[in-house]
Nanobody, 121 residues
């Protein structure tokens, strides 16, 4: 069983919105943190948004105010709502889960396969 599975990517014009969902095969509370990463061609994978065990959300500066991460515990789903999308948001987006901490920081060991988000100008 795939632990994490993304859905909802696609092609959108600049200024548009998309919703990404991550289906989690186990209870979300088995993870210390859930996050959304992205990787654009030729660039390193970067953390876009995360939500901790106790519900604290964090965002990359460039998406603050445009993206929102949330979770639905009964449905075992983590969602990333993306508004006012920009061409530089184009990337493969990955759902990730962290069960362990190192120096109080989550280590994301569990990954989905990714979903493509393309924003046209």
């Amino acid at each position: 069983q795939v632990p994490l599975e993304e859905s909802g990517g696609g092609l959108v014009q600049a200024g548009g919105s998309l919703r990404l969902d991550c289906a989690v095969s186990e209870n979300i509370f088995t993870y210390n943190s859930m996050g959304w990463y992205r990787q654009a061609p030729g660039k390193e994978r970067e953390l876009v948004a995360s939500i901790s065990f106790d519900g604290i959300m964090n965002y990359k500066d460039s998406v603050e105010g445009r993206f929102k991460i949330s979770r639905d515990i009964p449905k075992r789903r983590v969602t990333l709502l993306m508004d006012n999308l920009k061409p530089e948001d184009t990337a493969v987006y990955y759902c990730a889960g962290a069960r362990r901490l190192v120096a109080d920081l989550p280590v994301y060991d569990f990954w989905g396969r990714g979903t493509q988000v393309t924003v046209s100008s």
